[in-house]
C-alpha cells in the first residue's frame, strides 16, 4: 500500500511540474490577432497582455468609429487565439487524465 501511494505522489508531482511548465510556456507565447482583412494587427502574449499594435496608414484618415471598432476585433481576436492555444496546449498534458465534465486544469 506504501509503495502505491508513494507511486501515485510521484506521478501528481510529475504532473504537477508539467503543469508548471505549460504555463510557463503559454505566457511565453505570443499570437497575432487581425481585423480588417489584416489592415489592424496585435501581437499579444499568453498572458493576454498587448505588446505590439499595428495600425494601416490608410485607416488614420478614416472614421475615428471604425478604427476603434477595428482595434477591438483584433483585440478580441488575439485573445479567442490565445484562449485556443491554451486549451489546445492543457488539452495534451491532461490526455489520459479523467476528469469529471467541465473541470479544467490546473485547478
Do not use: C, W
Not at 482583412?37 to 494601416?56: C, H, P, Q, T
Amino acid at each position: 500500500m506504501k509503495n502505491a501511494l508513494a507511486g501515485f505522489m510521484q506521478q501528481a508531482q510529475k504532473m504537477q511540474d508539467n503543469f508548471k511548465k505549460v504555463q510557463q510556456e503559454i505566457e511565453g507565447m505570443e499570437v497575432t490577432g487581425q481585423s480588417g482583412g489584416g489592415l489592424v494587427s496585435i501581437v499579444m502574449n499568453g498572458k493576454r497582455e498587448a505588446k505590439k499594435i499595428n495600425i494601416d496608414p490608410s485607416l488614420l484618415s478614416d472614421d475615428k468609429d471604425m478604427l476603434e471598432d477595428l482595434v477591438a476585433a483584433a483585440i478580441n481576436d488575439a485573445v479567442h487565439k490565445v484562449n485556443k492555444a491554451k486549451k489546445e496546449r492543457m488539452a495534451e498534458v491532461t490526455a489520459g487524465i479523467p476528469l469529471p465534465p467541465g473541470m479544467q486544469m490546473p485547478f
